[in-house]
């Protein structure tokens, strides 16, 4: 089992965008992942719906886990990816409602 | 559209509530509801109940297809509605939701419950984290619809897409519906709840799109049924025939007319009058800026707030001011800072429990507990005011005393914005106008919250529209109040309700003294062709006829039999 720990650095937290591109890779990857809050129950982190449903706010901190071959490889992978902004170059987009 | 054919099929009326004047002819295509199934609706394999490995694979199969079919919608789309259909199939192809479904049908639970089961799961974990994730449970919903949709062959539910150009029928449409209409093809909005200052109608108004709402038994209606949308007569037609398709032809034709004349506002006999269109974001700035309007009379900054977690920062405002003056290029623009609450609640400013959120702490009043709101916005502007070397207007929502326009004015004139106002929308505000007016340099009337107050009638009530109606003689006295305590201070007094896109009132708020009028972009030919053709006396002489008449509906057929005959023949009232 390798483990990592890593600040959310995405302003938005890990909701929206930032979530999908996350669960993306960790697709991408092809290796088992969970990820976990602090003192908190590790989900899949392959699943959008569940990495969402954690609810990770900018500045803290989620650790993930895999296990077997390409593990090290895929989590410095998505460690690198956690602490970039993934918000940065466009911001959420502005809904077009009015009253 | 289909050629006019001979037919034998009865013609049926709907009524309902009309959305500004235009008129359309073309084919329904309606909003599919959620199918509504029993939680134990076997799966059904060529007329028979399929065996649970079949079914295992109808639904893995109903999961890709839905995702697929997302994915395809989203790729054709642009902008916003790009994102909210690309993110909604990455949860119908969530590789967690499917495999728990699958794992309950194995386990020998019915589909439609083992879907609702997994999807309940999820939806729950949302709403208590709250915020943004209790706002995306509708998209959840969404795909456990289109999910369970496919798996048992219903029709798809949400809106269609549209290979023609259609008349959307929908029993109410959520804006997550209408961000996902492919405008292209919306020929008309028809929906069977709703009200005629609901969000539907103000996005038909800005679109220019023919509108009615509150049309009972619309979804009822056929896909593909042939119907006339008027929303003149506040109709909706099965079948039309060649002469009510005539009429609405040469509407269109004098829609074009009225169109053709780009002049500034004004009264036959020249008194100015600035027509002026009411924006949401600097997109919007950029597509008003190409049409015949003196400026921008209401630029909603709420836009630039919804949806987020937390308020946008100075830097991000001032560039989305910066965008919307350069895009008027020196044009007068009117921007009212945040009107948050009541029906517009944000994150992080509204307050928990308000009992009674029309009548609490929204608009201005956010000032007391959010001072830092208003600072950064004013703040913002300022800057924005330097970026563009263009000099804005700004004004303050739901101001209720003088002291409130006294310490607004300071606020802004402190962060250097020299034309500084309030909006009357409390009857309070406009019973005691001239205080107001001497602490401001103009006011603007937002007549849908003034009658909202002056009447007692919450807005979002459809079913007391009557009530609401701007010819209330008793909104209308209120506007004559403070429009005279404006040519008393020799002040801009300004309308940027729903109510100065109705041709026939915009010349009684003239004839009461009003020197602007901002509406959606759309209704500005209409309302210049009235005004061209009347002189100042005579919208004088109406605004006397409104005041003293005992009935909204008075009011109006009294203004209607004083309208010169060519105006009322092409502006069909």
Redesign the interface.
């Known amino acids: 089992m390798v483990q990592r720990t890593v600040v959310v650095a995405s302003r938005v937290g890990l909701h929206a965008r930032p979530a999908m591109l996350f669960t993306q890779a960790v697709a991408a990857s092809g290796v088992p992942v969970t990820i976990a809050r602090p003192g908190g129950d590790p989900v899949d982190a392959g699943s959008i719906l569940f990495v969402m449903s954690l609810g990770v706010p900018h500045g803290e901190e989620v650790t993930l886990a895999a296990d077997g071959e390409g593990a090290d490889a895929a989590l410095d992978e998505l460690v690198a990816l956690l602490a970039t902004d993934l918000d940065a170059e466009d911001a959420p987009a502005s809904p077009g409602g009015a009253s | 559209m289909t050629a006019p054919t001979a037919h034998t099929v009865e013609q049926r009326v709907l009524h309902g509530v009309g959305v500004g004047r235009r008129g359309i002819v073309g084919p329904v295509a309606q909003v599919q509801p959620a199918p509504h199934v029993p939680a134990d609706a076997p799966l059904l394999v060529d007329g028979v109940p399929a065996d649970a490995q079949t079914t295992r694979k109808v639904v893995d199969r109903a999961f890709t297809d839905v995702a697929d079919g997302l994915r395809d919608q989203s790729s054709r789309a642009t902008?916003?509605v790009k994102?909210v259909l690309?993110?909604t199939a990455?949860?119908a192809d969530?590789?967690?939701?499917r495999s728990q479904v699958l794992a309950k049908i194995a386990a020998g639970e019915p589909v439609v419950a083992a879907v609702d089961g997994v999807v309940q799961m999820?939806a729950t974990?949302?709403e208590q984290?709250?915020g943004?994730?209790a706002e995306?449970v509708t998209d959840?919903r969404s795909v456990r619809d289109r999910v369970v949709a496919r798996a048992l062959g219903l029709p798809a539910p949400g809106v269609p897409e549209l290979h023609r150009p259609s008349v959307v029928v929908a029993r109410d449409l959520a804006?997550a519906d209408?961000?996902a209409l492919d405008l292209a093809n919306v020929l008309a909005i028809v929906t069977e709840l709703g009200g005629p200052?609901g969000?539907t109608a103000?996005?038909a108004g800005?679109l220019g799109l023919p509108c009615v709402v509150r049309v009972g038994g619309a979804t009822a209606l056929a896909d593909g049924t042939e119907v006339a949308v008027d929303a003149a007569a506040g109709t909706v037609t099965t079948d039309p025939d060649a002469a009510q398709r005539a009429d609405l032809d040469r509407r269109a034709g004098v829609e074009q007319a009225l169109t053709a004349d780009t002049a500034p506002g004004g009264t036959a006999d020249g008194r100015p009058v600035q027509l002026l269109a009411?924006i949401?974001?600097a997109e919007d700035a950029e597509r008003v800026a190409v049409g015949a309007v003196e400026g921008v009379g209401l630029f909603?900054t709420e836009?630039?707030f919804?949806?987020?977690?937390t308020a946008p920062d100075e830097e991000?405002q001032a560039a989305v001011y910066a965008r919307t003056l350069k895009a008027l290029g020196g044009r007068k623009v009117v921007v009212r800072t945040l009107d948050a609450g009541a029906?517009?609640p944000l994150a992080f400013a509204t307050q928990p429990d308000e009992e009674n959120p029309a009548l609490g702490v929204r608009g201005y009043r956010l000032v007391r507990t959010h001072p830092e709101l208003l600072e950064t916005q004013l703040a913002a502007l300022g800057r924005a005011q330097s970026q563009a070397e263009a000099t804005p207007w700004v004004m303050a929502p739901m101001i209720a005393t003088a002291a409130e326009a006294r310490a607004f004015a300071a606020r802004a004139r402190a962060h250097g914005i020299a034309k500084v106002g309030v909006m009357i929308e409390v009857p309070a505000a406009a019973l005691r106008a001239g205080e107001i007016l001497a602490e401001v340099d103009f006011v603007s009337l937002g007549t849908n919250d003034l009658a909202q107050y002056a009447m007692a009638t919450d807005r979002l009530r459809g079913e007391l529209a009557d009530l609401l109606d701007p010819w209330q003689p008793a909104v209308l006295d209120l506007v004559d109040a403070t429009a005279r305590a404006g040519v008393q201070a020799h002040k801009p007094v300004g309308v940027c309700g729903e109510s100065a896109s109705d041709p026939v009132l915009a010349l009684v708020l003239v004839g009461l003294g009003v020197t602007s009028l901002s509406m959606s972009a759309g209704a500005v030919p209409a309302v210049r062709y009235a005004l061209r053709h009347h002189t100042a006396a005579q919208c004088h002489t109406m605004a006397a006829a409104a005041l003293a008449a005992e009935s909204a509906v008075a009011a109006r057929q009294a203004v209607v039999d004083l309208l010169v005959p060519d105006v009322r023949e092409t502006l069909g009232v």
């Open positions: 902008g916003t994102d690309a993110a990455q949860m969530d590789k967690a939701l999820f974990m949302f984290a709250g943004y994730l995306r959840l804006p209408t961000a200052t969000h103000i996005i800005q009411n949401g974001t909603r836009v630039l919804l949806e987020r977690a991000d029906d517009k």
